[in-house]
């Protein structure tokens, strides 16, 4: 195999150290990738959608196989275009095309898959600008807090969560009227509020068989005790300890099955990965939203924990055998915790200098890169530190002795991540 990553992130980097690996830092390519990505493979000097680039790359470097670890390369139709060229239609593209993709670039297209395939998530209506008073109405029937959520991508800002009705009509008509996010926001899917603890699962499928890979939680807001705006992510941990065989089952019974079943049921042209963001009400899961990419930072405690060759199971998909295969887990804890520049996710200075007093394999890589043999940040989210325990207090501690051995102007890290699993270890 001689693999084309495209993203530039942590989920990146975490992606291409595992390869590496497996098939060797002379067969894996990241474009664009960041200071870590090069640790391990080759940068391409690319942007991940300009596709007429890739490739040109691709043919002249007898690539074989393209995984998107970012969802708008899918929502571009990454797998459409190398399949449509004649010259490059040989190479494997292990996500979704465009129209199945959408599983992810449109809220109102999940939810309607979800409807037919009766798939628990919750209740919900989808507006435009045209029957905006509808949706006023809608929201009138609901009660606090108002969920609302553009239908395409808004780069993790285009869910809102709402106390206030007079402030949710105001949120919609601000999104479906002055369109606030854009297209993205063209129609706005308004949901029931539920109240639970999240997680994520998540399934590696040809499109009818798949394994299911290591679970997560991850930490998205910026401020200790989940407060503060969205980001990319702060932290993860896996396994999840509330995870339990009970729910566990509950999820593949009634929501990992009938999805993949439900993707060769609606004819989806689809493979990949299915990252399914659940909501445990009542000891029982439901869909909040559908990813058809890993989750970032979920991926950087997901594929350290793959005790599995990663890329065995991409061939196994690709030949039609992933039925033959498992995805068994490292026993034992793996956590990250994300460093960021100060002021993210608003607006935050690049190009600081980093050191690093010890370094260490999967210290992951996210908006850094390398200038003259040195490392500066260039992104709001900059480095993750990975690490194992026998317990989550264990990795915990290591993840976090190993941030601390980051160093760079203005950076913040949340000190609470896991905090809220503690109940659930006995």
């Not at 991508?153 to 009227?177: P, Q, R, S």
């Amino acid at each position: 195999m001689r693999i084309l990553i495209l993203g530039s992130g942590a989920r990146e980097h975490a992606i291409a150290w595992k390869l590496s690996k497996e098939i060797g830092s002379q067969n894996v390519y990241t474009a664009p990738g960041n200071g870590g990505t090069q640790l391990c493979g080759t940068n391409v000097d690319a942007k991940f959608t300009d596709f007429e680039s890739l490739s040109h790359f691709c043919l002249q470097n007898d690539i074989d196989t393209i995984l998107p670890g970012s969802e708008d390369a899918i929502a571009q139709g990454v797998r459409d275009f190398f399949e449509a060229n004649d010259e490059t239609s040989h190479i494997y593209v292990f996500s979704p095309d465009q129209y199945a993709g959408q599983l992810e670039s449109s809220k109102s297209f999940a939810k309607a898959f979800m409807a037919k395939e009766n798939i628990p998530t919750a209740a919900y209506e989808a507006f435009t600008k045209d029957n905006v008073e509808e949706g006023y109405a809608f929201l009138e029937k609901l009660d606090a807090p108002y969920v609302l959520k553009a239908d395409g991508l808004a780069a993790g800002k285009g869910v809102l969560i709402i106390n206030e009705l007079e402030e949710a009509k105001a949120a919609l008509k601000e999104m479906l009227v002055d369109q606030k996010f854009g297209n993205a926001s063209q129609t706005v899917v308004i949901e029931e509020f539920l109240d639970g603890i999240e997680f994520s699962v998540f399934a590696l499928t040809d499109g009818e068989h798949y394994v299911i890979l290591p679970e997560a939680k991850d930490y998205k807001r910026i401020g200790e005790g989940d407060t503060g705006l969205n980001t990319g992510g702060m932290g993860a941990v896996s396994p999840v300890p509330f995870y339990t065989d009970e729910l566990k089952e509950k999820t593949i019974q009634h929501i990992v099955e009938p999805t993949i079943k439900g993707l060769k049921n609606q004819n989806l042209n689809f493979r990949g990965f299915v990252f399914f963001g659940l909501i445990v009400v009542n000891d029982n899961p439901y869909v909040i939203e559908y990813n058809v990419r890993m989750g970032d930072p979920e991926t950087e405690v997901v594929i350290p924990r793959l005790d599995e060759s990663f890329s065995a199971l991409i061939e196994a998909a690709k030949k039609g055998t992933l039925s033959t295969k498992v995805a068994k887990a490292k026993e034992g804890y793996c956590t990250t915790i994300f460093s960021v520049s100060g002021g993210y996710p608003e607006s935050y200075d690049k190009n600081k200098l980093i050191t690093i007093e010890q370094e260490s394999e999967t210290l992951f890589h996210a908006g850094t890169k390398v200038e003259d043999d040195a490392l500066y940040s260039n992104g709001g989210r900059v480095l993750a530190a990975t690490c194992f325990g026998d317990t989550m207090k264990d990795a915990l501690d290591a993840s976090y002795a190993q941030i601390a051995k980051v160093r760079f102007d203005k950076k913040y890290i949340r000190t609470d991540i896991g905090n809220d699993l503690k109940k659930y270890i006995k």
